[in-house]
């Protein structure tokens, strides 16, 4: 019989902001995830980059800048550096905590890199905020190169584009990984953004929205579970007012028609939702559920978070 297999999307919360944060979140998270895998789920894992690709790209282009020789990283390659950081403490953490337990599993940071379509509109409305405050000259300076900037208190920052993903480059060594009983890393950060460019691959300035690259990871390994661990037990109608009311479960119809109602805040938790039914519209007998990592076993037992089915 098949074991039965899980996407986790881990968010920034649980990931830590700098180092000593993430080795210490890590660990934590760490035990969490090898629950499931203790448990004999087959798990595959997304996390968040949010802190550490902006730093990333902050500290390189300051490094550029100030030292004749070296250019500026663009926005494709700090996430790929955010997923070798990122990786590395988590594949280490999750390795650790299993051989505690006497089980002995490979886990892989897989370097993933996802396609973007170049016409996405989302490129001509950039939304995801990168990178250090500016004064007018150097915001200037980036808008001249055709970079987006955009003020904030302060001064001005870049924004840059958050188009759909459409495929998953390295998605076979991904599925030859879970079809070996192995734990994957992949798709970090949302996945490095690139576009198709003849027999090349060229990256983009963008950031894929994590929870969207997890709804597409879960569907292309046939997951029958899609986990988004956010700082919320649940998803609720009216959030932040007087009358929040918490949903424990949801159909994709009722999902459909809060979204129609407005009901999902743009950037945190409309594409969470939108992953959810997407992943389930994809295939039968599948559950995707929102919720804390805290709540996250409990949750799997509808007991807690909020579950979509």
Not at 71 to 99: K, T
Not at 184 to 189: E, M, T
Request: charged fraction near 20%; hydrophobic fraction near 40%.
């Amino acid at each position: 019989m098949a074991k039965k297999r899980i996407v986790m999307a881990i968010g920034h919360k649980d990931m830590g902001t700098n180092l000593p944060e993430q080795k210490a979140a890590v660990a934590g998270t760490a035990k969490i995830i090898a629950d499931f895998i203790q448990e004999g789920w087959q798990v595959a894992i997304v996390h968040s980059n949010a802190p550490q690709v902006g730093m990333i790209h902050t500290a390189m282009n300051e490094f550029g800048k100030q030292h004749d020789g070296y250019s500026q990283a663009p926005m494709s390659v700090c996430s790929a550096m955010s997923q070798g950081y990122i990786g590395y403490d988590l594949q280490n953490g999750i390795r650790a905590e299993l051989i505690k337990r006497g089980i002995y599993k490979p886990v892989s940071t897989v370097l993933t890199q996802v396609t973007v379509d170049p016409y996405d509109e989302a490129f001509y409305t950039p939304v995801k905020v990168i990178g250090r405050v500016m004064t007018k000259e150097e915001a200037d300076i980036e808008e001249a190169k055709g970079n987006h900037v955009t003020e904030v208190e302060g001064g001005y920052r870049r924004i840059v584009a958050s188009p759909h993903p459409v495929a998953i480059v390295e998605i076979d060594a991904i599925k030859a990984l879970m079809d070996a009983d192995q734990i994957v890393i992949a798709c970090g950060g949302g996945g490095i953004p690139v576009m198709e460019q003849g027999y090349n691959l060229r990256g983009a300035s963008a950031i894929i929205e994590k929870d969207l690259a997890t709804g597409l990871l879960a569907k292309e390994i046939d997951a029958d579970v899609m986990m988004i661990l956010t700082s919320v037990d649940n998803v609720t109608l009216n959030y932040g007012t007087p009358q929040e009311q918490p949903i424990s479960h949801m159909t994709i119809d009722q999902a459909r028609d809060y979204i129609s109602q407005g009901q999902f805040e743009f950037a945190s938790m409309l594409p969470k939702v939108s992953a959810s039914i997407d992943f389930l519209e994809s295939g039968k007998g599948r559950k995707a559920i929102i919720t804390t990592l805290d709540k996250a076993k409990d949750s799997l037992k509808g007991h807690a978070g909020t579950v979509i089915e």
